[in-house]
């Protein structure tokens, strides 16, 4: 597996645990999709699903976003 990061933001990142050992077929997934806490590194979603994990990295970057504007 080969961990790439695929959008970071200051409070959250999109990775993705890439399967390098299978060869790549269309619509199925590329590895495991993670988004993570950038500040303490937790784990807060996961999906093979690319387009599920991008919406969550947006949504929490915008609360994040919002909350240290408070």
């Known amino acids: ?3 790439e990061i695929l959008r970071q ?3 959250h990142r999109v990775e993705l645990d890439e399967d390098v050992s299978v060869v790549h077929q269309p619509h199925k997934s590329w ?3 993670r988004v993570i806490d950038a500040m303490n590194d937790t784990l807060l979603f996961e999906s093979p699903n690319r387009d599920k994990a ?3 990295f947006e949504y929490l970057t915008a609360e994040a976003l919002v909350a240290s504007r408070r």
């Open 9 to 11: 933001s200051a409070s």
């Open 1 to 3: 597996m080969v961990a």
């Open 54 to 56: 991008f919406g969550v």
């Open 31 to 33: 590895g495991t999709y």
